[in-house]
């Protein structure tokens, strides 16, 4: 007999799958449909154990939809745009298309030998322009909505990187990808309108409760974050008057000096000749103050007096015109009414510039006239008019009231979200489908013309960041005719943001080969929205937050007939080595092909899914592929006693080991519902129960030639190729049926055969035995109390006397005290 050998059995079925289409989606019309996504992968090099567990966890979905009879979608491709491949080629005098293509012929044979179950006939590249077309296209139709639109501002710069970078791109301050620290620039770049879509976004989240993981929706919440208030006018001596955006427009009649963002042009209009070498001053250092610094709690405050006073509209007190770079420009309306008693971070000002301070609101906290400590509970208004004796909501409401009477304010809502910026002075992106003229202005490339190919004779240093784009330097690209007057004209050099790209993708994987159009709608309408998506956490922004904007700006557009991406989603853990994420300057890191040679393609996936629930991270130090490889032998050798046996496909299992059958049952039952909840790691636990249970009735019952030990082997090999594709496949060949097993169908349980844990329960009246029956071994105290009341002969013992008290002992005993 053969022993069992991951190597040979990994050999044996090498390339089975992709030459027999094994995982294709038929689109046939006559299964229900499924679509599973993983989020698809940037081709930074080989795969990596981060990779490995992501894959493995959606194999799991795909491959157990795939057995209960749904027709599956579950496609692959590359993000393959962006900085990495961009500075490679720098560094290696070549075009950034080779190291890009390369990675991915990596990739991809990695992946196969990973055996994840993909329809490779899918495939598609961000970066080949049969994709980037239709990004093109897109942003084409997006622009002729008004959805993307040009603006000069100050944008997030990367002074290393030498581009723009989204705000989303920015975290503390610091440029995402290579950790240097942001700066600000002037500039005129693209925008998307996701600011448009800011209310639909929040609301539509109530639909996914329960669907995505709640960190998730709560990072989005907070993002979009939504606040409601009022925005005031205040009256300004000899100047334009300013509006403020306030939460707390009952407090009013604390507002003793205001204060506008220090970088807005409104401070320049509003400051006195007096003053304004002050405020050029000062603008001047902010320069060389980071944004984490501006917005640190803890430093301290700094401003001007911008020489003017402002009229507070309802108690008509004059209160001065300070700048400060504590406000923000682009939030609100870049200026603020500066309420310190019940404001910290006006407190901290009004005390480094010696600003009055009024209680308004009395929470029953010290006065922070006295703390310097603001207090910002609901409480009483005092000091404030027409407001005094009101609290909370009532107090805004009337301060709305009163405003809105004279013209000087009105409720407002406000959000933090701002729009997308999605121009990058880079060279390997989507191309910014625009021509310049300076006669039509902005021209778009007219459709017929598309896509707009990157120039393929840059390479090396004409791609090393200047500060400018590269392509610009590619002037026969950048030299055309005017598409509306023939004039010369001049193409837009900036691309892409990549995230464009991937907010797209899983649209076009529905029909990724079309070359006649986006997509076939009824092809999109048949399989999108995805039904189970896979990925990190790290997107929780980012691109989730991108792919539903894409999806609704969509909707608007009539271009697809939904108006969420994802029904639901897994946020996969982090595999982690010693509790620390791998890194190398760690030193911890784990090769993932270091450990599939050694353990093989299946262990090591067990391994992943066995370890944790699979939004949990997974410590390598903590997990032993060893013993998972041992289990996989043990199961495999199942099916070879099976083999070996006079066992015969298609016995009728039900004249086999009763016992057996019902484990088997239990298990299939138990394990559908587990898959349903993604408790992945669960379904494991059971197969290796059952595999126990087997290997007992073989060695010790009724022998391998028992057809429940048949049902309960093939039951194991089916389990197993949703985590070991490869032993789960020989095991189905050596029980003598055709490949693949993914193709085999699900036991369906037989309901007669799922025996419950039953307990016998006692029932007493005045502590003497009346009776005694069965319930579910899980049942509550309460209903054990009916179950015993319901008896006949606990009725009887208790007759017309009161039942003054019952004792439940939990799954024992139930006595009625009477008398
Ligand atoms: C007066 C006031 C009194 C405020 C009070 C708060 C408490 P959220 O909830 O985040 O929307 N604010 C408004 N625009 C700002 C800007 N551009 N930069 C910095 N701060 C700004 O915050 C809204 C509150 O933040 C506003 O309400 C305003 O201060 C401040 F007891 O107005 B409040
Ligand atoms: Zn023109």
């Known amino acids: 007999r053969e022993e069992y050998s991951f190597a040979a059995i990994e050999k044996r079925w090498a390339g089975y799958w992709e030459n027999n289409k094994t995982f294709k989606a038929a689109d046939d019309d006559t299964r229900p449909r499924r679509y599973v996504l993983d989020m698809f992968p940037y081709p930074s090099g080989d795969l990596h154990m981060g990779h490995a567990e992501a894959f493995a966890m959606g194999d799991v979905v795909s491959r157990y939809w795939m057995l209960r009879g749904y027709d599956v979608l579950h496609p692959i491709g590359w993000d393959s745009f962006g900085l990495p491949a961009e500075n490679a080629a720098i560094a290696r005098d070549a075009h950034p298309a080779e190291w890009t293509y390369n990675n991915i012929a990596t990739q991809r044979s990695s992946f196969e030998r990973y055996a994840i179950s993909v329809d490779w006939d899918t495939v598609l590249h961000t970066s080949d322009p049969e994709y980037y077309k239709w990004t093109q296209w897109l942003f084409l139709k997006f622009y002729e909505r008004g959805l993307t639109y040009r603006k000069k501002s100050q944008v997030n710069w990367c002074p290393k990187d030498q581009t723009v970078l989204a705000n989303e791109q920015v975290v503390d301050g610091a440029c995402e990808r290579c950790g240097t620290e942001v700066t600000k620039k002037a500039l005129e770049q693209w925008y998307f309108k996701i600011t448009d879509y800011a209310e639909r976004l929040l609301e539509d989240m109530d639909a996914l409760e329960g669907h995505w993981p709640e960190r998730v929706l709560n990072m989005q919440r907070n993002w979009i974050g939504k606040s409601t208030g009022a925005t005031v006018t205040f009256a300004i001596e000899d100047g334009p008057e300013i509006e403020v955006y306030t939460t707390r427009p009952d407090t009013l009649y604390g507002a003793t000096f205001m204060v506008v963002a220090a970088d807005a042009d409104l401070a320049e209009q509003l400051v006195t000749d007096d003053q304004a070498k002050d405020l050029a001053a000062y603008r001047e250092e902010l320069k060389h103050v980071s944004d984490i610094d501006r917005q640190s709690a803890d430093r301290p405050k700094t401003g001007v007096y911008l020489g003017r006073y402002g009229i507070n509209p309802l108690s008509g007190e004059r209160v001065p015109v300070w700048a400060s770079d504590y406000v923000l420009a682009d939030y609100g309306t870049g200026a603020i009414m500066a309420v310190p008693a019940h404001d910290q971070r006006d407190m901290d000002f009004a005390r480094a510039m010696d600003l009055p301070v009024r209680m308004v609101v009395d929470t029953g906290e010290d006065n922070p006239e006295d703390t310097g400590i603001a207090t910002t509970d609901p409480g009483t208004n005092v000091n404030s008019g027409n407001l005094n004796g009101l609290s909370g909501q009532e107090a805004i409401d009337k301060a709305i009231d009163l405003l809105a009477a004279k013209g000087t304010g009105e409720k407002s809502v406000n959000y933090r979200l701002r729009d997308w910026l999605l121009s990058r002075q880079r060279f390997w992106g989507t191309p910014i489908p625009i021509i310049h003229c300076a006669d039509c202005g902005l021209v778009p490339v007219p459709a017929d013309q598309l896509p707009v190919q990157l120039p393929t004779d840059l390479h090396g240093q004409q791609l090393a960041p200047k500060g400018k784009s590269p392509l610009e330097a590619a002037e026969d690209w950048v030299n055309v005719e005017c598409p509306t007057c023939g004039g010369a004209a001049k193409r837009d050099t900036d691309t892409m943001d990549t995230f464009v790209d991937s907010s797209w993708y899983y649209m076009r994987f529905t029909d990724s080969n079309n070359d006649e159009e986006i997509w076939d709608r009824d092809r999109l309408d048949r399989w999108a929205p995805v039904d189970q998506y896979v990925g990190g956490v790290e997107h929780a922004i980012l691109h989730l937050l991108y792919s539903r904007f894409f999806t609704k700006a969509l909707y608007d557009m009539g271009l697809v007939s939904f108006t969420e991406p994802f029904a639901r989603l897994l946020n996969q853990g982090q595999v982690l080595n010693g509790g620390k994420a791998m890194s190398k300057s760690l030193g911890n890191g784990v090769d993932l092909g270091v450990q599939l040679d050694a353990f093989g393609v299946d262990a090591i996936r067990l391994t992943m899914v066995f370890a944790s629930p699979p939004e949990d991270d997974i410590d390598w130090a903590d997990v032993a592929p060893a013993a998972s490889l041992k289990f996989l032998a043990r199961a495999w050798r199942l099916a070879q006693d099976v083999q070996y046996s006079d066992s015969a496909p298609g016995a009728d299992p039900s004249t086999g080991s009763l016992n057996l059958r ?90 007669s055969l799922l025996v419950e844990d039953k307990i016998t329960v006692i029932a007493q009246v005045q502590g003497k035995l009346r009776d005694r029956f069965e319930a579910p071994a899980d049942i509550s105290d309460d209903e054990l109390e009916a179950l015993a009341r319901d008896s006949q002969n606990v009725q009887r013992a208790i007759g017309d006397q009161q039942i003054r008290k019952v004792i439940v002992v939990k799954g024992k005993l139930v006595n009625f005290v009477v008398g």
């Open 662 to 751: 019902q484990t088997t049952h239990k298990v299939v039952h138990e394990a559908e519902s587990l898959l349903d909840d993604q408790k992945f790691n669960v379904v494991i636990a059971r197969t290796m129960e059952l595999v126990n249970a087997t290997r007992k009735e073989i060695d010790n019952g009724a022998g391998a030639a028992d057809p429940a030990v048949r049902e309960a082997t093939e039951v194991v090999a089916q389990l197993l190729s949703l985590v070991a594709p490869y032993t789960a496949e020989d095991m189905w060949a050596m029980l003598g049926h055709e490949p693949s097993v993914s193709r085999s169908s699900w036991l369906e349980v037989d309901e």
